[in-house]
């Protein structure tokens, strides 16, 4: 189903939740330029990937594609290349 373990992921944007422990990531493939979503939930070590077809978050499981994800997101943080912002809060009940 997942088709991006042989890709390289380019990290375009990261959103860090506090109130969840996770940060948002977008990416995109650096050969196709397909986009995708991730949760990485950097305390577990767990990242889940956006299913847009199904509507819901994913856990990617496979070990390889994990790993292209995880040592990406590494990468990205290292680097501080690209723009990343921190979620003060979500409640949106004030709007």
Known sequence: M????NQ?????HM???PHCECVFCSTQEEQ?????LFLVFKER????????????????TNP???NVVWDG????????????FVAS??????L
Request: charged share 30%; aromatic share 10%.
């Open 73 to 84: 997101f590494e990468n990205a943080i290292t680097e501080r290349k690209i723009p990343s």
């Open 64 to 66: 390889e594609e994990h």
């Open 2 to 5: 997942i088709t991006y373990a």
């Open 45 to 60: 070590q767990k990242v889940y990937m956006r299913n847009g077809i199904k509507g819901n978050w994913e856990e990617v």
């Open 15 to 17: 959103i860090e939740l």
């Open 32 to 36: 196709t330029g397909r986009t995708h």
């Open 8 to 12: 390289k992921l380019v990290f375009k």
């Open 89 to 94: 809060s979500t409640d949106l009940a004030s």
